[in-house]
């Protein structure tokens, strides 16, 4: 089912950034391509970086939800989603289900976070990035 959803929020993420870009100009050239919408770099080694990484990933949504940048709220989020689930093979093996939990539960919110940005619903996007943020707290008191 993770596979699933990640795979999903993905290609959401993906046919979002596209479809800005799939049209060529009038003037008859095709546009610069699009950035790709998860982060080419590679995953944090340990569970502090990684930890770091989802709060600064998570100020990153969160501006750009204010400022109303749908297309940059998605990909933020599916990086983040890309962290939280990097961070479950990281966890002690006493908070391994409960993290898991919560990565899977963080993953249908990316999904619906994703869907709401590409409809440019400010509102179901606000209250989903606030659930993100619940989300990644119950997430910090078991990554330790």
Do not use: W
């Amino acid at each position: 089912m993770k596979t699933t959803s990640l795979r999903l929020v993905l290609i959401a993420a993906l046919a979002t950034c596209a479809t800005g870009t799939a049209f060529a100009h009038a003037e008859g050239h095709a546009p610069a391509p699009a950035k790709p919408p998860i982060a080419t770099e590679a995953l944090p080694a340990t569970m502090a970086e990684t930890l770091t990484a989802i709060q600064s990933q998570l100020a990153l949504l969160k501006t750009a939800q204010k400022e109303g940048k749908f297309s940059a709220v998605s990909a933020n989020a599916v990086t983040l989603n890309q962290l939280v689930q990097h961070i479950v093979g990281q966890v002690p093996a006493d908070h391994k289900a409960q993290v898991k939990e919560l990565a899977d539960k963080h993953a249908t919110i990316t999904a619906e976070l994703t869907r709401a940005a590409a409809a440019g619903a400010a509102k179901p996007v606000s209250d989903l990035v606030s659930k993100l943020g619940g989300n990644l707290r119950a997430l910090q008191l078991f990554a330790h």
